[in-house]
């Protein structure tokens, strides 16, 4: 019960965390992530870094002309207003015609669906310090952010008055397919989210707490096995007296790490679920059944490693002596 509670406990904040980096992770990028695989090209000169990077003209023409399924794409982090002059934060996006990005025309907006919770329906008029005229919503997307802040895709002709920028920052172009070009630099999708700011910080710090958990989880499993076996000494002797296998006391050993385990992680796995829809609206949680797999994996083969490392003590065991410990 105690080691049982303990792994509850352990996995359970395991996989709690996970779930936040997860949701971290769709919230700091999901207009990234939900792409399909490919590669972005940024300008060689712009130190990998997205908001840095302006891809020359004639490159890009080149690219979408022999490329049909290519995207041109800018993203700049801004403010709207509404018509209380409430400021809202945006991460405003422009592309070249795509059909992985709503299109939208000049003087017309199309935002992230969490705006309906600050009160922006279909028809509202959202202004915009450097642009000249007011923004139409003419419709929402579901689920799409970039830096922590709600996507809104405008024309290019408002984004360009808005940041006076005519380059595009960046190229992406979907499947297997790359480009050689002295002035552009290639990355995968996941390699792309490393030019984000913050993103690998903020994934890396969560990341390294999940794995300290699993290596205490580990030590627990080591610790509690010995003392376990230290206290069962003169069963095992006994047991190695009447010719009891090792391999058979081994198995005796990892049966009860795998039953103890397999509760501990059903336990924890339900709660963390149900703390799903137990949370905030607002706190970023997410937590597949693929990324609780993989952690219950870990865990399982952590469990093994201590409990076998615990029970090699049962090979130094001279059976007579550990009877006479034991009637002691």
Request: zero cysteines.
């Amino acid at each position: 019960m105690i080691l049982g509670s303990i792994i509850f406990l352990v996995s359970f904040l395991t996989l709690s965390i996970s779930g936040l980096a997860n949701g971290l992770s769709q919230d700091n990028a999901s207009l990234i992530k939900d792409l399909p695989e490919g590669h972005f090209y940024l300008s060689a000169d712009a130190e990998e870094t997205y908001n840095l990077s302006k891809i020359d003209p004639s490159i890009q023409k080149d690219v979408l002309k022999n490329h049909a399924d290519a995207t041109a794409l800018s993203i700049q982090m801004g403010f709207l207003h509404n018509a209380e002059e409430k400021q809202l934060s945006a991460a405003f996006v422009t592309t070249s015609d795509s059909p992985l990005f709503p299109k939208v025309r000049q003087g017309e907006i199309i935002v992230d669906n969490s705006f309906k919770e600050k009160g922006v329906k279909i028809g509202d008029q959202l202004t915009n310090d450097q642009l000249n005229r007011s923004l139409t919503v003419k419709g929402f997307v579901e689920k799409k952010k970039f830096s922590h802040s709600p996507v809104a895709f405008v024309n290019t002709q408002d984004y360009t008055q808005m940041y006076g920028q005519k380059e595009m920052q960046m190229l992406f172009i979907p499947g297997d397919t790359t480009i050689a070009n002295k002035d552009l630099q290639t990355f995968s999708n996941k390699a792309f989210l490393k030019a984000i700011p913050s993103y690998s910080a903020e994934q890396l710090s969560l990341t390294m707490i999940i794995w300290f958990l699993i290596l205490i989880s580990g030590l627990l499993f080591a610790i509690f096995f010995y003392m376990m076996n230290v206290q069962k000494i003169g069963l095992y002797g006994i047991l190695k007296a009447i010719g009891i296998k090792m391999t058979s006391l081994f198995a005796m050993i990892w049966t009860q790490m795998f039953v103890i385990t397999a509760i501990a992680l059903l336990l924890s796995a339900l709660g963390s679920q149900l703390f799903s829809l137990l949370a905030p609206d607002g706190m970023p949680y997410h937590l597949p059944i693929n990324v609780m797999t993989q952690l219950s994996i870990v865990f399982f083969i952590v469990g093994f490693i201590g409990a076998t490392l615990s029970g090699l003590q049962i090979k130094k065991i001279d059976p007579l002596q550990a009877i006479q410990k034991g009637d002691m």
